[in-house]
């Protein structure tokens, strides 16, 4: 069963860093695309980032591209989302997500802009830019 459980976030001032997590406690990642999404305060959900499977092929929201950096580590099955050079329009709730195959069939492409493709979701993480 794929369950994700995220980490981090928090309060950080402009042009702060902060790491975000994403962890599954059941399914094994490698194989799967990993997308990370936002939702600001009165703003639908979009997509910031993914990674199709593997070291894979990385994708960025044009908001994020040069600040953002999505990351895999295999070992610890765990996706990463480093977030530099912090502004406040970057202030969301933060989430990570799945497209994930039960058949393990690699997932050689991630899709940002459509969140039907993306199987298992974590519970969103506060991310707060303010001085």
């Known amino acids: 069963q794929l369950e994700l459980v995220q980490s981090g976030g928090g309060l950080v001032q402009p042009g702060g860093s902060l790491r975000l997590s994403c962890a599954s406690s059941?399914?094994?990642?490698?194989?799967?695309?990993i997308g990370w999404f936002r939702q600001g305060p009165g703003k639908e959900r979009e997509g910031v980032a993914c990674?199709?499977?593997?070291?894979?092929?990385?994708y960025y929201a044009d908001s994020v591209k040069g600040r953002f950096t999505i990351t895999r580590d295999k070992a610890k099955n765990t996706s990463y989302l480093q977030m530099n050079s912090l502004k406040p329009e970057d202030a969301a709730v933060y989430y990570c997500?799945?497209?994930?195959?039960?058949?393990?069939?690699?997932?050689?492409?991630?899709?940002?802009?459509?969140?039907?493709?993306?199987?298992?979701w974590g519970q969103g993480t506060q991310v707060t830019v303010s001085s």
């Open positions: 990674m199709s499977s593997g070291v894979g092929s990385t």
């Open positions: 059941g399914v094994t990642l490698d194989h799967s695309a």
């Open positions: 997500a799945a497209d994930w195959d039960p058949s393990d069939t690699p997932r050689t492409v991630c899709i940002m802009s459509d969140e039907k493709e993306y199987d298992g």
